[in-house]
Every structure is written in structure tokens, then in C-alpha cells.
């Protein structure tokens, strides 16, 4: 098997094992329950969710321990790149913003408006728990970095070029969504964590990426309700606040010659 086959393959492993876990705690839950139904998912599908991350993470680590690896070198955890602080707190915001915006001003298929996190981040967020709390802004942005990033697009870095990593990284991050407008949020994300992660060679870079992203993003008041009137001054802060990314990014990866090097 060629070393760029196997880069792929092991990309898919890593994700595969993600989701294998998800599925198999999910039905777990149904089965413990005795019955199938949405009320039961609902109750079960926070616990499912963390447990399945944890343990993904679990696996993986037992993976490299068997074959001796570094495993903070395996996950892209054995780095911090200063640098990157600034580009990642101000990126995660202003996609957020952008996402919100979109989402309640434009009109979308009714098909389209449904998408996984629905069932999943939501009914802990409603509750506001500590679980649902851990869940949304350290456990998944450090289960998904290390899977997505650290794992399944450093594979895929070293068989193909970083353009076709990105976007090949992205699809695979982008179909856990389940649905079109779903998979348009998770692509984008995916894009930039990609591109900070190839930038920095760090994951808790992208971690405090997607940090940042989820304490605008799970702003419910604006996502279910709909922005009321403060259109415009919404889309002026969305406005600003990626401007300033992108001037601020420009600068940095300007100045950084090596990024440009690694674009092949």
C-alpha cells in the first residue's frame, strides 16, 4: 500500500472510530430505555454524546500507547503557538456571527433548517447543566480537534497536498451534519480550523478556535428567535469583526514566510 493510500486510510479510521462510537452509544441508550422515541433521545443523546467523545478519545490513546507513539505529538498537542491566540479568538467570533446572521435572515427549504446539533446541543443548552456546559465548550472542541485535526488532516497532510487535505478534512467534518445547511456550517468550520492548524501546527490553537466560535454560536436568543429588528447592526458587527480577521491574519501570514512554502 503507497504511503498516500495509507495517509487516506488512516484519516478515515480515526473518523471512523468517532462515529462508530457515537452510533453504538446512542443505541445503547435506546436499548436501555426499552423503547425507541424521540422523548428517550432527547434524555439520552447529552450523556451518549460525551461518553462517545470521551471514549474516541480513549481509543485513540490506547491505539498509540500500544505502538509506543508520542501521543501529544500524535494529536497535535505537543505544540503552542502564541502567534495563533490572536487569529483563532478573533476568527471563531466572527464566522459565529456570520453563521447567526445567515441563518435568521435568510429563508432556507424547511428540510434544510434541521441539522444534528438540533438534537444534540440544544436540549443541553436549554437546561444550561454542567454537563451541557463541559459538552459544548471543552469536550467536543477537544474530542473533534484531536480526531478532526490532530488526527484525521495531519494523516491526510502527509499523503496529499493542503489544498486537497483541507477540502477532503472538511467533507468528512461537514457530513457529520446529516443535512445541507448543516454541512455548509461544519465545511466552513473545518476550512478555517484546517488552515489555523496547518498555520500554527498546534491543535489547542484550533481548540480555542472552536472555543470562541461556540460562545457566539450557541447565543440562542439570536439562532431560534431571530434577530428582532437589530439586522443591520448584527450584520455591522459581523461586518467589522471579520474585516479585522482578515487584516489582521494578512498581516501575520504575510510576514510568515514558511506558510507560503507549504502551500504545494
Known sequence: MSDKVKGVFLALGYVGIYVVIQILCVLLAFYGSGEASEEIYFKAIPFSLVVSCIGTLLVCLCIHYKRKDNVLSEWGMNKFNPWGILPAVLVGPALAAFV??????????????????????????????????????????????????????????????????ILLSALLYGAMARNPLGFIDCFMIAVIAALLFEWTKSVWITILFRIAYSFVECNFDMYMHGLGGRHMFWFGVSLLVVATTVCVLFMIINRNEDWKKRVD
Open 100 to 165: 447567526v446572521y445567515w441563518k435568521c435572515v435568510v429563508s432556507f427549504p424547511v428540510e434544510w433548517m434541521w441539522k444534528f446539533d438540533d438534537y444534540t446541543i440544544i436540549p443541553m443548552m436549554e437546561n444550561l447543566n454542567v454537563l451541557g456546559i463541559a459538552y459544548v465548550f471543552f469536550i467536543r472542541p477537544v474530542a473533534e480537534e484531536v480526531i478532526f485535526r490532530g488526527l484525521a488532516y495531519a494523516k491526510l497532510r502527509t499523503s496529499l497536498s493542503m489544498v486537497w487535505a
